[in-house]
């Protein structure tokens, strides 16, 4: 149990735990490309958590899979919740998992263009606004720095609650590796309903395929039933940002210009 609780301690060893119980039966290939440390630190933390019990291994042909073994922590479960409290445990253990239930939305894209210049499209707040509702990004794409969203616009109330001093969202730079990927947090402010949603996370992912690249955005880290005027608008910038790359042209549906003034 001293082992099992060792294992436990460290968030990494927690995270690969969690990618098993997403997706069980992963090779270290797979597992090494969703952290942020070498190979050889990946391998140690497996080594440790096979040592402990909590994953078991096991050969196909060339390969090694791992899978998560939950039966350590139904031993520690057992040791200290008795069979009367049990139900009423487990009965909170819902609650709790229902309130703090999450959402996620992907979305993808194919555009004929290059990575360079779909990170240039991405992190340019000219160009932004050319097909995010008219809402320019502007941040230097550090981690740890600010990003806003911004339109161009002075005081006042652009209708529907909407608030009118300009800035529309704002979040923190988490991670970016130009062009290739980029996480940011999100907060919208354009109205008090979205702002109450509070902060989520959007992943951009930039793939080259052949003389195209395949664009994955995933919105996650949302309240199970958000405001879908969070997530609601993707579809759109994306098909803005498609046709702008490719064509050089604008969408003049509604919803881009938004903010745009035109």
Same mark, same amino acid.
């Given at each position: 149990?001293?082992?099992?609780?060792?294992?436990?301690?460290?968030?990494?060893?927690?995270?690969?735990?969690?990618?098993?119980?997403?997706?069980?039966?992963?090779?270290?290939?797979?597992?090494?490309?969703?952290?942020?440390?070498?190979?050889?630190?990946?391998?140690?933390?497996?080594?440790?958590?096979?040592?402990?019990?909590?994953?078991?291994?096991?050969?196909?042909?060339?390969?090694?899979?791992?899978?998560?073994?939950?039966?350590?922590?139904?031993?520690?479960?057992?040791?200290?919740?008795?069979?009367?409290?049990?139900?009423?445990?487990?009965?909170?253990?819902?609650?709790?998992?229902?309130?703090?239930?999450?959402?996620?939305?992907?979305?993808?894209?194919?555009?004929?263009?290059?990575?360079?210049?779909?990170?240039?499209?991405?992190?340019?707040?000219?160009?932004?606004?050319?097909?995010?509702?008219?809402?320019?990004?502007?941040?230097?794409?550090?981690?740890?720095?600010?990003?806003?969203?911004?339109?161009?616009?002075?005081?006042?109330?652009?209708?529907?609650?909407?608030?009118?001093?300009?800035?529309?969202?704002?979040?923190?730079?988490?991670?970016?590796?130009?062009?290739?990927?980029?996480?940011?947090?999100?907060?919208?402010?354009?109205?008090? $309903?979205?702002? &109450? !949603? /509070? %902060?989520?996370?959007?992943?951009?992912?930039?793939? =080259?395929?052949?003389? @195209?690249?395949?664009? *994955?955005?995933?919105? $996650?880290?949302? &309240? !199970? /039933? %958000?405001?879908?005027?969070?997530?609601?608008?993707? =579809?759109?910038?994306? @098909?803005?940002?498609? *046709?702008?790359?490719?064509?050089?042209?604008?969408?003049?549906?509604?919803?881009?210009?938004?903010?745009?003034?035109?």
């Amino acid at each position: 149990m001293d082992d099992v609780f060792r294992a436990l301690a460290d968030p990494t060893r927690r995270s690969l735990l969690d990618e098993l119980f997403r997706e069980d039966g992963q090779t270290l290939n797979a597992l090494e490309a969703r952290f942020p440390i070498t190979r050889f630190g990946v391998m140690k933390h497996l080594k440790q958590l096979e040592e402990a019990g909590l994953i078991v291994t096991r050969r196909r042909g060339r390969e090694k899979l791992h899978f998560l073994n939950p039966v350590p922590i139904r031993l520690i479960h057992d040791r200290w919740v008795s069979k009367y409290a049990e139900p009423w445990a487990a009965g909170l253990s819902e609650i709790k998992q229902e309130l703090e239930k999450q959402m996620e939305k992907v979305f993808e894209i194919y555009i004929r263009t290059t990575p360079e210049r779909l990170w240039e499209a991405i992190t340019d707040p000219d160009i932004r606004a050319k097909y995010n509702f008219g809402a320019a990004a502007n941040s230097d794409w550090k981690p740890g720095s600010r990003m806003e969203l911004a339109a161009p616009l002075g005081d006042g109330v652009l209708g529907d609650g909407l608030l009118g001093d300009g800035l529309l969202g704002e979040g923190e730079i988490i991670e970016a590796e130009p062009p290739v990927r980029l996480v940011h947090t999100m907060t919208a402010l354009w109205s008090e $309903d979205v702002k &109450r !949603e /509070g %902060a989520s996370r959007v992943t951009w992912e930039i793939e =080259p395929v052949r003389d @195209s690249c395949r664009l *994955t955005v995933t919105h $996650d880290q949302l &309240r !199970e /039933g %958000a405001n879908d005027q969070i997530y609601g608008g993707w =579809p759109m910038i994306l @098909s803005g940002l498609k *046709t702008w790359l490719e064509t050089g042209q604008l969408l003049t549906t509604p919803g881009s210009l938004m903010y745009s003034g035109a």
